[in-house]
C-alpha cells in the first residue's frame, strides 16, 4: 500500500447535488488523513436530486432523500471502498420536496419542505424494500409574514434530540421548532410542543452544544442566530438570546441568506454558512482576548468571517476532530475544505473539488 492509499484509506466525504441543476448525483471522495484534500472515488446515480444525505449504520448504509415533487427516500449500502451501491427501489415519504433526513435508531426522519411536513420511515425498510411509506406524516400548519416565502410551513430540518427520546422540526415558513414523540418500537410519531421564534425570521437550521443542553438556531430570512436552551426531561425549547450572524450590513449591500450551521465537539466554536455575502461567520462559545465576564456557550461571540471559497454555500461539514471544515458551494459548484485555527476557530481555505450543484457533504 502507498503512503496515500495508506491516508485516504479511511474517511470518505459524500456529496449530495441536485441533478437538475447539473448535478451527477451522489459524489464519493476519499479525504487525506493529513491534509483533508478530497479525491473523488466514484459517482452514484439512480436518485433524482439526492440534495441531503445521512450515514446509518455505522457508516455501512447512505440514505438520500429525492427532492422532488413526488418525495422519496433511498437507501444505498456502502462497500468495501466506500462506495454507495443501491439496495432497492426509492420509498415514498408521502409529502413532496424533502429537504432534510436524519436517521433516529430504526427509524428515518424527513423534512417535506414543500408539504411543510416530516415523515417517519422504517431505516431497514428502505433498503429491504418491504416499506410502501410512512409510519407517520405530522403536517405542520400556519403561516409567517413574508407573503413569498412564508405562506404557508415549510419543514427545513429534522433532528433527533441528544437524549434520544425525541425530535425537533425547524419550519422556516411558521417561524418556530415544532418538539415530536417518536415510539422507537412502531415509528409513530406525535407532536408534542413547538415554539415560536421572531416572526418573519425564518428558521432553517439547528445545531446542539454538544453539551446537550443549548441548541442554536440559524435563520434565513434575518441573519440572525438564536440561542435555546434545551430541556430533554420536558422537551421544551426556551429561546433566550438572539446574535446577528454578520455586522449590520450596509444600505444597498447584498442581502444575506444563512443557510447552515455546525457546531464544534469541544464546544468552544460555532461556524454558520451566510449565501448571498458567500462567508463563514465563526462564533467563539467560550473565553477568548475579547470575551466579557459573561462569556459562554449562551452567549456566542461574532469573531468574524471569511470566504466560503466559492458561490451559494448551502451545507457545512466538520471532521470529527473539529480541525477541518467543508462547505457544499452550490451555484458555483465545488465544496471548498478549509483548516480551522484551533485558537480563533477562523478557517483558512486549503482547497477545493469540483462538483457540479454540489448541496451537502456528509463524512463518514
Do not use: K
Not at 273 to 297: E, K, M, Q, S
Amino acid at each position: 500500500m502507498t503512503e496515500r492509499e495508506d491516508r485516504t484509506c479511511g474517511v470518505r466525504a459524500h456529496i449530495g447535488s441536485f441533478t437538475s441543476a447539473g448535478g451527477r448525483g451522489i459524489t464519493t471522495a476519499a479525504v487525506d488523513a493529513r491534509t483533508g484534500a478530497l479525491a473523488v472515488l466514484g459517482v452514484t446515480g439512480g436518485i433524482a436530486d439526492p440534495s441531503y444525505l445521512a450515514l446509518g449504520r455505522g457508516g455501512r448504509r447512505l440514505h438520500a432523500v429525492s427532492e422532488t415533487e413526488r418525495g422519496a427516500v433511498r437507501a444505498f449500502a456502502v462497500d468495501g471502498r466506500g462506495l454507495p451501491r443501491p439496495e432497492a427501489p426509492a420509498v415514498p415519504v408521502g409529502a413532496a420536496g424533502p429537504t432534510h433526513l436524519a436517521v433516529a435508531g430504526e427509524w428515518l426522519l424527513t423534512a417535506n419542505y414543500t408539504s411543510g411536513s416530516v415523515s417517519v420511515l422504517p431505516a431497514d425498510g428502505t433498503a429491504d424494500g418491504t416499506a410502501t411509506g410512512p409510519t407517520a406524516v405530522l403536517r405542520h400548519e400556519g403561516a409567517g409574514p413574508d407573503p413569498e416565502r412564508q405562506a404557508g410551513p415549510h419543514a427545513h430540518q429534522v433532528v433527533p434530540d441528544p437524549s434520544g427520546r425525541r425530535f425537533l422540526s425547524v419550519d422556516l415558513g411558521t417561524d418556530s421548532i415544532r418538539v415530536c414523540t417518536l415510539d422507537p418500537a412502531t415509528g409513530a410519531a406525535a407532536l408534542h410542543a413547538e415554539t415560536a421564534l421572531r416572526p418573519g425570521s425564518g428558521p432553517r437550521h439547528l445545531a446542539f452544544h454538544p453539551g446537550g443542553g443549548l441548541l442554536y438556531v440559524l435563520h434565513e430570512l434575518e441573519p440572525l442566530l438564536t440561542v435555546c436552551r434545551w430541556d430533554a426531561d420536558r422537551g421544551h425549547v426556551e429561546p433566550v438570546r438572539e446574535v446577528p450572524v454578520a455586522p449590520p450590513a450596509a444600505p444597498g449591500a447584498v442581502r444575506a441568506y444563512p443557510s447552515a450551521i455546525v457546531a464544534a465537539p469541544d464546544g468552544r466554536f460555532l461556524w454558520a454558512a451566510v449565501r448571498g455575502t458567500d462567508t463563514i461567520a465563526v462564533f467563539a462559545l467560550g473565553a477568548g482576548p475579547d470575551a466579557g465576564p459573561d462569556a459562554g456557550p449562551e452567549r456566542p461571540r461574532y469573531v468574524g468571517g471569511v470566504s466560503c471559497g466559492g458561490h451559494w454555500p448551502r451545507d457545512l461539514a466538520l471532521d470529527p476532530a473539529g480541525h477541518r471544515l467543508y462547505a457544499a458551494n452550490e451555484r458555483s459548484g465545488d465544496v471548498t475544505w478549509f483548516d480551522v485555527d484551533p485558537d480563533s476557530g477562523l478557517p483558512r481555505r486549503a482547497g477545493s473539488l469540483a462538483v457540479p450543484a454540489a448541496t451537502c457533504v456528509v463524512l463518514g
